[in-house]
């Protein structure tokens, strides 16, 4: 259908529509007015893009939130079964959730390592105390991984935090690379954000997550073998025996109850007791693995193998170079949401070649009659004494 | 109306208990208060046997998942 009146004209004048029909002519005046909108206002396409990042985010969030939410309720549930009636659990819990350490000074760099030793140790004191005032009817064991249920509860709510305010930053100021960038960060995130709602389950229950494995390991290691046990620092144990000649100590948290103790402070007196005898120091430790390499994997290699904030790291270089021990690590690798919901089989299959390859290294690198430390570092929630 | 996927995903360990009397070892789904090396007492399916000892708590990993990814890079 042509046009045969003065619009058909105006339109043929001006090139635009040519001897097109209306419904051409319509779509290319739609077409005009969105270029004149990008010409005449230039930050639009930035906008336009700014909201579908923003609708993303948001739905993101919402999922976030969603987590945040069955992870509190389900650990005031669990601390509700510990506690006296009379409690606010709520928000005794809230306060707990937004509770916080400050890091110490580091202009000044010295000494800088036993200042936050001392506030780590406060916090973990006031935290585990604050717990305890919660739950007055849960036993030793118990109360350690109810603290470890707390941390959890406290790391989600924090990661809820942490990406409201940069949505509704980046809401309020418009600015697309502040939401670009913690949409990138998004996928990452999420994973982290599920594998504390897994973990918010497993200690709920007590039952062993991925990083207990360096435990099982040491565990394993001594388990049906005469020896004699005793607490050696906070919330943590060593076994003391004779393997093939040598003298072991094998160093480990306490559990069934989820700690990780401290095991710097254990080597350090174990090492101050013994002094030249000791020979090596084996650690076993769980550690994080790249995409594409397989769970359980049992690596060798030298050096410290302790995560944390780097003190228990720090002590034991410090007194291994002191009295110029040599330091052996085998890792197990898994990714961080396997470090901290219930142990994979794979993961469990570990700690057996494991204490194998710490038999192989002890027998090729210490001579008999030598003393040397086994340490087996991780959470020992649902891993008792062998 | 359907469970969400989320529900779905709760990972649910199994445990496993060696027999003091025989030392067969069976597994049943996790119980509140498991831990592993702890002793427990439950009849052994196999002996009679009262007492059990708790030698592993982990999540068994499906073998095709296995195969799949050895598949890849």
């Known amino acids: ?44 396409s930035q906008r336009l893009q700014l909201s579908y990042i923003l609708k993303d985010l948001e739905r993101k969030l919402y999922g976030l939130k969603r987590i945040r939410e069955e992870v509190r309720s389900r650990t005031i ?13 709520e928000r005794e819990l809230d306060q707990i959730l937004l509770s916080f ?54 790391g989600i709510d924090y990661l809820y935090r942490v990406v409201r305010h940069y949505y509704l930053l980046g809401k309020k100021t418009s600015n697309i690379y502040i939401v670009l960038q913690i949409q990138m960060l998004m996928p990452q995130l999420m994973e982290i954000a599920e594998a504390y709602r897994q973990a918010c389950y497993a200690f709920m229950q007590g039952q062993p997550v991925g990083d207990g494995v360096g435990v099982l390991a040491a565990a394993k290691l001594v388990e049906g073998l005469e ?15 004779v393997m093939d000649g040598r003298r072991l100590f094998v160093l480990r948290a306490a559990g069934p109850g989820g700690a990780v103790g401290k095991p710097a402070d254990g080597i350090i007196k174990i090492i101050e007791n013994e002094g030249e005898r000791v020979k090596a120091i084996v650690m076993i430790d769980a550690a994080l693995k790249l995409e594409g390499e397989d769970t359980g994997k049992v690596v060798e290699g030298i050096g410290a193998a302790i995560g944390g904030i780097g003190v228990d790291k720090f ?52 001579e008999e009659g030598a003393s040397v430390i086994i340490a087996g570092i991780g959470n020992t929630v649902g891993i008792g004494l062998s | 109306m359907f469970p969400s996927s989320r529900e779905r995903q709760i990972l649910n360990p199994l445990t496993f208990l060696k027999c003091l009397s025989c030392s067969t070892i069976n597994s049943r789904p996790f119980k ?27 999540v068994k990993e499906p073998e095709q998942r296995e195969k799949r990814q050895k598949q890849t890079f």
């Open chain 1, 227 to 241: 020896k004699r046990t005793y607490e050696v620092a906070k919330d943590t144990i060593v076994h003391e025996l």
């Open chain 2, 32 to 58: 509140e208060g498991d831990y592993v090396f702890g002793e427990v007492e439950e009849k052994c399916p196999k002996c009679g046997g009262d007492r059990m000892k708790i030698v592993g708590i982990y």
């Open chain 1, 77 to 89: 549930e669990t601390l509700r079964r510990y506690s006296e009636g009379n409690m606010d659990l």
């Open chain 1, 101 to 154: 350490a400050i890091t110490p000074e580091s202009m000044d760099p010295y000494g800088i390592v036993y200042k936050l030793e001392h506030i780590v140790n406060t916090w973990e004191d006031t935290f585990e105390e604050s717990v305890k005032r919660l739950c007055p009817r849960a036993d030793r064991e118990r109360m350690k991984t109810l603290t470890n249920l707390v941390e959890v509860a406290r």
């Open chain 1, 1 to 44: 259908m042509g046009f045969s009146g003065g619009g058909a004209e105006v339109f043929a004048r001006m090139q635009i529509a040519g001897q097109g029909d209306l419904l051409t002519s319509l779509l290319q005046l739609i077409w005009l007015l969105f270029l004149m909108l990008f010409i005449l206002y230039p930050n639009f």
């Open chain 1, 315 to 366: 002590k034991i270089e410090e007194i291994a170079k002191k009295y110029n021990i040599p330091l052996y690590a085998f890792v197990i690798y898994e990714s961080i949401g396997e470090a901290i919901t219930p142990m994979r089989e794979s993961i469990a299959k570990a700690a057996e070649e494991v204490v194998e390859r710490v038999k192989n290294i002890i027998r090729s690198k210490v």
